[in-house]
């Protein structure tokens, strides 16, 4: 499928799916490389409010949006619950898909998807957008770059604080969700550890719910080990209170410290520390980004030209299905079960 339709206007047009805060941010992404040209949420007011705001057109339900031909990429911002089933009607329709993270609710909800996804000629992208932070676009230059020598290990937290009523909300219902923290923020932290280390052949954890009243996981604990035996260390919370992003990579002549991912989270930051050949105090060098966060825009961009130059995306369908696996095993030795 081609950047333009004959007659209408340049860029891609866009349906998104799910007109909350997610689809709302994906609408304002779509820069001049795109248009929404469709909305379709199963509540109408969202959905119209949306289309309104961009001068499209707003369905109730999201088969009439994906059968639309001046759709071409289909935004999937829904609950969990439908996230594999509206991407597979999707990709049957011939259109190109950004499904948010983390796709499905299980591993065995999204193989079917990966399965229709291939030989179908389109491209499906997962929204996995903290990859294209300005600090983590750094940190990832630099470790290209070899400035850190071989990757040693990773420390990752990623925590909130929840809200009055959290434990209420669909997120701590495992029939929409899928499971609680570790499958909502978790999946994140698990694609950038991936990004940085390669896949993961062994995996311990647990999940826990200490604090909400709900049936899903408020923490999770998670120790990956590669091939090589390169670590990583993550958790993810909701009893964080504060609101917490914080990556460490550490490599034999340097170590990379992030933190903050804007807003509620902070500034971002960068710190790179060289060791030098004496050791000792290593050299520091720190980048901050106060400006707002671009990383939205930055993906989209990203994704039309997988799309132009057809060329598989960055992450896709194979890094949410890795997480989703990692995920699930982590569940079920913790004792939550939350298969669909």
Partial sequence: MGGQVSGMAPGFGIGIVGCGLIGQKRAAAAGPGGRVVACADVNRERAEQLAAKWGARSFLDWRELVALPEVQIVVVATLHDSLAEITHGAIAAGKHVLVEKPAARSAGELDPVVAAAVGSGVKVRVGFNHRYHRSLQKAKAIVEAGELGELLFLRARYGHGGRVGYDREWRANPSLSGGGELIDQGPHVIDLARWFLGDFAKVEGFAHTYFWDMPVDDNGFLLLRTQREQVAFLHVSC???????????????????????????GVERITH????????????????????????????????????????????????????????????????DHRT
Avoid: C, H
Avoid at 318 to 327: K, N, Y
């Fill in 273 to 336: 520390y060289r060791m030098s050949a004496a050791m000792g105090p290593p050299e520091t060098v720190a980048w901050e980004y106060p400006m707002a966060d671009n990383s939205w825009a930055v993906e989209l961009a990203e994704f039309y030209e997988d799309i132009r130059l057809d060329r598989q995306p960055a992450a896709g369908l194979g890094d949410a299905l890795a997480a989703l696996e990692i995920i699930q095993e982590i569940y079920s030795r913790s004792g939550y």
């Fill in 239 to 265: 009893t964080e209170w504060k609101n917490t992003f914080s990556l460490e990579l550490y490599g034999r002549v340097g170590k990379l410290e992030l933190s903050g991912l804007g807003g509620s989270y």
